[in-house]
């Protein structure tokens, strides 16, 4: 059975940084496309980065500059790195992963950033 487990999040004042990881489990093959989304209360879900086999990369407006994403194949895992970090940016944040179309998603880390 495919697990994503998310870890990283917390409190941090703005300006600060986190980083997030995301550890895929029970699987043998590589996804094709890796991302983290977050979800503000009251708000939809949205895409904040996006990283694909190639490597190609992809960013929400709004964390563009500030947010890094990245994969380590070989241990199955990727990260978001998240400097400058706004209130804004408060938000449950969830880990996907996605091959053949199938999805699969991580439980979510909160991340709260106070003034």
């Known amino acids: 059975q495919v697990q994503l487990v998310e870890s990283g999040g917390g409190l941090v004042q703005a300006g600060g940084s986190l980083r997030l990881s995301c550890a895929a489990s029970?699987?043998?093959?590589?996804?094709?496309?890796r991302a983290w989304y977050r979800q503000a209360p009251g708000k939809q879900r949205e895409l904040v980065a996006l990283?694909?086999?190639?490597?190609?990369?992809n960013y929400a407006d709004s964390v563009k500059g500030r947010f890094i994403i990245s994969g380590d194949n070989a241990k199955k895992t990727v990260y978001l790195q998240m400097n400058s970090l706004k209130p804004e940016d408060t938000a449950v944040y969830y880990c996907?992963?996605?091959?053949?179309?199938?999805?699969?998603w991580g439980q979510g880390t909160q991340v709260t950033v106070s003034l």
């Open positions: 996907y992963a996605g091959r053949g179309g199938r999805q699969y």
């Open positions: 029970g699987i043998i093959f590589s996804f094709n496309t």
């Open positions: 990283i694909v086999t190639d490597g190609s990369t």
